[in-house]
């Protein structure tokens, strides 16, 4: 009996793979018919994929059964702390340092005590062309839930 | 000579008046004419306010010249760290650390190496009716700045 | 206009008063007819009250308007880190750190990839007698959200 | 003379088996007759197995003598940082956040001064059917122990 | 109603009462027939008082009412951070950094698996004369309690 | 030249040769003549071992020279923080919490200004019957020494 | 006798008046012939200032004696944490975070072993016109200092 | 499928290549003819090359095609924590302690609120002879981002 | 009952007292015979003085009977943490981070297992004049301790 | 092309070879005529050897080319933070806590405004008789920099 290769192992031979290929996560995506930032997450390690899905995904990139089977591994979800303070990862947690109190106070006026879910949840990334600089538009859309005894 | 008000106990004393008087973060919003949320963000002590909007907002409010000019300082920006566990601003973190690894893929992906401004930069949050429980939309707007030498 | 007193300060007046007329937590919960566990976290800062409760807590232990103010307002929730190293607190997050991934385990399991909401969520503490000494039983019951983009 | 394979490699090894074998965590706690979320924790590593119960495991799950030998070690005890931010974890850690000084407080209340032991103690998870979304429950038993000198 | 004393505000009184009248601990302890070390602890915050046992000591050290309340309160157990690094204290927490492993190791090799209960456990010091100089004799008396499910 | 083994890689095979072997912590103590804790903690890395100790441990659980070489190793001393939260090693580090002021106290009553040595120091540990559940007694004994310019 | 006002509430002081009276941090350099960023810096309670120079910026800014008498005292430098992620100070870390080992490389290459002193040291910050945006210039010159025995 | 290699495991291989053919960062630079610190930024992994600059870095330095694939790879930025305290490296950061929030008043008093960009910015390390002892001049040069919404 | 004034505040008005009356920090330990580090030590807060010792500074620097009192109290040592980055104070600490290996081997090599006491101990500082710039040196001189059960 | 040996690998290396010949820190300093801190330090990893330096003690020692190119290598200086708590490390550092602040006053008193050099610096370490123990004496010697724009 071997381990399962880790959820992490998977995704550097993921990433080497799409680079070698020349391929985009948007291919993938649409390889999988799932949406881009759920599938991009899940091959880095953050959603556990179907069989099918897994499969369908190491056929595209060339990589074997045990890629496979670690992408269908349900995964301890977090980030790499390292990876905080990569600038562009960074700027998220900035944006939310100076606007997240905000957000809090207007989703009780709105909605009352709760919080936006981050389960019953998506993401979705876009570009918006603008002649001062294109620029990078992110959706979080997550359900309200309120404080419920 | 009096040190000018702290903008945190200017804060405090707008979420007061704010309160007792029964006013919503937008009507104040309204009132200067801003966005939503960043005139909560600058309320809070993350913005400076011109001296107009800062009496704008405390002969609305019934708050003092002290106030106002605490309102039009230039912030320390940056969250209170007890605020980060909070459970509607934890939502927020938690997404990132779930999906901000992906969201660096994909920014790299579609602009190349870069970040979205966290200056250059808008929030905007609404609530989108759904018939499985509404839902907390928040769209985080930013110039693409690609690293350049 | 003066801010509006700190829900720890408001905790603090509670705390004085049901000591000093003798109240148990339990007589102030069924005083307002509310859960006994939500009841105490409410009145140490965790719930804002509606004004209805609030003043009839304010009126049963003797307090004034500004409390009655404070326990109304919505919380930044969390634990004042000293706290978490006491012994009878500690002990909750020990038996999380030898079980939490074990429930983790059997949550998915049983109910698939999702989380115990703690938002849509009670506890219930209570007393079982054992003649081998009585035990403490803490129930948390929280609806199941499986991760559904 | 080769060391004792350390219980997380064990564990993972345990997990790999059961996940590639279809058996659950509740099918390996019946054959060894011992509860399942005590069974569930101690293959994650957080208590020692008997010799029979963890010849018993193996041979069920096809895992070899040093996989067996590492089970029965005395275990050091503990949560693995990283799993602590995990969402499903974290849950439970947010709970006691929002609820751990409450909880307190009516331990006090209902006992005295003293604790719930987190050793002379067991841990019950299950589902509740409820109409608005099943329910995880989770049961938390220990001895009251009174500060006594 | 005001605040009740808190307990590290009675815990300097009773220091300076103590010094300015040139009493010992040990001439505290005896007034209310209490151990030692107990005494030292409670006075310094860590263990709620009796009512008799918090007049005694106020009228002993002229301390008024506000404080024997205070004494009583249960308190929130733990060590100020500070004083961890401080010479005479940092020496026990050396002395564990070096012994804890092999204490683990002989409670289990005596007793099995379990611990020794830091709640029903008494603590003692004295002084050993010596000709190389007398010693500080420290002793632990814990009951032992077994992992039992 | 090869490095010399670590004392940590050292203690593993310690311990897994005294497990296969059946022998007793004790056993090894008194087959090399020294205190049972003093000996359990030089295996585990926390004190340098004359080489006649290591040859005699060494041939005794049947561990070759590249152990004996390490166990005489003059070692960097202290614990693994990991292990730190391990239950049984956790009670002690509480027990400073609640108890380590009150020493310092009266460490400073009997004493004077000065510490107890954690270096001219021994550990005992032993077990005490009780009729109400067998207790844990460790005695720490270190020679007093004071601040002297 | 009373204590000297604290570096930081002069600072506060300083900040105060300088906004009130409309004075550019430039002007108060100026009035006291020293260097633009050590001025600021010294303002903000980060160098000593002779007396002549602390009663020169008092007249200037209407402060009283007391200010002038802290802005003599020898400071504990440093940075307030939470100024760090402030976006405008934390930038200057984040360049750091990139280009520090390089720096380190290409000092070690030029100099040999050694740092560029941060106390014989001056910084100085200008702005730089440019089509595309202006810049700001921040100039580090410090004196080599070789690691010398 | 391989993993790609780290880029810190490439940076090593560069810095061992460069070492042992006696070629310094500036030769390296030249070759390609890009900028000193950005090059050596790019090599020691902070930067993206090309692939022609990546080919032209492992030709002169006799370094196979995997270390080449490594240095295209897009980075995760950021330094090592270790390397913060190394005493060349960690006088920038005290540097920063000392007048970084003198840099923000002046670059707010000189531009208003915004930044200095870490993104379109350049770093430039020159030697300054200077007769008692020669300096070390390192300039920032970033384009001023204002907040804008 | 007053509590006694803190150390930190007696330090201040020592502090405070120094400067105004232009006494240096020799012309105090002068004036109390005793050395020179120990006295400024024991005035910033870490050693209690006598009585005696206490008077004669007060009455020296004009200081009233609380300050005295304060000055005879045994203290919790220990350094500010914000102090450790203080420049010159921090030198001493990278000189440890540089040197503490050595310095450990170096000790095991001439005296056996054990530590230098930082208890019966003593630290001078004088100017040394060189011709290159004078040089600061600092003394540790404290009794070798061996490991000794 | 092999990476270049680390300078924590060489290090081991050199205390296997070291103590496997029976050679002291002393005869290697002597072979190399250099100080013997400076000599213990540099091959601990701390300093830059010359390659005369680092072949003579590689030939001293038995050890091949590898390590002799390591010990030339510029370092990264810093201790491991576990090193920190070791006993024989921990009481330098502890002795900075109680008396570096009192050392920051006496250099600004007797020098101005300034540090000791920790670069322009030496450290001795010797033994001196004394019949109630002998004792170790450490003499940190540093050039006065002064805080010079």
Chains 1, 2, 3, 4, 5, 6, 7, 8, 9, 10 share one sequence.
Not at 81 to 107: H, Q
Not at 121 to 131: E, L, M, N
Not at 135 to 141: K, L, M, Q, S
Request: some cysteine.
């Amino acid at each position: 009996m071997t381990p399962i290769m880790s959820k992490s192992a998977a995704a550097e031979l993921v990433v080497a793979a799409r680079m070698r290929k020349g391929l985009t996560w948007a291919a993938i995506a649409d390889e999988i018919g799932a949406p881009l930032v759920w599938t991009t997450a899940a091959l880095l390690g953050q959603h556990p994929m179907t069989p099918e899905q897994a499969d369908a995904v190491c056929r595209l990139l060339g990589l074997d059964e045990a890629v496979a089977e670690s992408l269908t591994l349900q995964p301890a979800r977090g980030i790499n702390p390292a990876l905080k303070s990569d600038p562009t990862v960074y700027r998220f947690f900035e944006a939310l340092s100076v606007y997240g109190p905000a957000l809090k106070e207007l989703i009780h006026e709105e909605f009352g005590d709760g919080i936006m879910s981050a389960i019953n949840f998506k993401v979705d990334i876009s570009r918006r062309p603008d002649p001062e600089g294109d620029r990078v538009v992110v959706t979080f859309d997550g359900k309200f839930l309120d404080y419920k005894w």
